[in-house]
């Protein structure tokens, strides 16, 4: 992660453990940014590169747990390592099985907050990298024509030129055009790269069509 901003997000009702979490974070390189409430925390802009959440369990107007679930349903998947100072089994397990990456209980070991967040930060950091290869992959199939959606995804399921021709009425002189065209903007090295490549889009599941619709 050499070379990336790392940003340690501290949502925690408590001053006083914001800006020790601060101290101690800025000092081994983190950028950190602190919030008194979840509310807080939304309402802000999100920094480039990898980040996690340090948060507390209980707090006045939301429940850390009850936070955690609403960040999934909102689709924002950022590590989360939970602090708290009255845990239980129960909740710790409702927390790891939600995604948390760590439980701990305060007070805790500034060493074991450390290892967590480093663990949190390159999740993140493989999260973001997946995300912009992901979109890099739609971009690139954006550019095809339905046609050449159309013999991608048949090529994916296995069929030759020929069996493609007959498929969708063209002749197979015309199949192969369109073949190389969706190589070349697609940037498949090979078929078995374009297989692939569809099969990430999810044109090998049946989902050429929602796939298509959803890519202008």
């Given at each position: ?7 340690v997000y ?17 000092s081994v390189g ?27 369990v209980?707090?006045p107007?939301a ?28 909740m ?11 439980f ?11 290892d967590?967040?480093r ?27 339905t046609?050449?959606?159309?013999v991608m995804t ?19 002189i015309t ?6 065209q ?6 498949a ?9 569809a ?16 890519v202008?």
């Amino acid at each position: 992660m050499q070379g990336q901003r790392l940003t340690v997000y501290v949502i925690d009702d408590d001053p006083s453990v914001r800006d020790g979490l601060d101290s101690l974070l800025r000092s081994v390189g983190y950028e950190t940014r602190g919030f008194a409430s979840p509310r807080d925390f939304l309402a802000s802009s999100r920094s480039e590169g990898p980040a996690c959440i340090v948060l507390d369990v209980r707090m006045p107007d939301a429940s850390g747990l009850d936070f955690q679930g609403e960040l999934v349903r909102m689709g924002y998947p950022i590590p989360i390592i939970f602090l708290t100072g009255h845990g239980d089994v129960p909740m710790s397990v409702r927390a790891m099985k939600a995604g948390a990456v760590e439980f701990l209980l305060k007070p805790f070991r500034e060493q074991d907050l450390l290892d967590a967040i480093r663990q949190a930060l390159e999740i993140d950091r493989v999260q973001l990298r997946k995300q912009a290869a992901s979109a890099d992959l739609y971009e690139r199939f954006s550019t095809l024509t339905t046609r050449e959606r159309e013999v991608m995804t048949l090529v994916a399921r296995g069929l030759l030129n020929k069996q493609i021709a007959a498929e969708i009425s063209l002749s197979e002189i015309t199949v192969k055009v369109h073949r190389g065209q969706v190589m070349r903007k697609m940037r498949a090295d090979s078929v078995a790269d374009l297989i692939r490549m569809a099969d990430n889009l999810g044109l090998t599941d049946g989902k050429a069509g929602d796939v298509a619709s959803g890519v202008r």
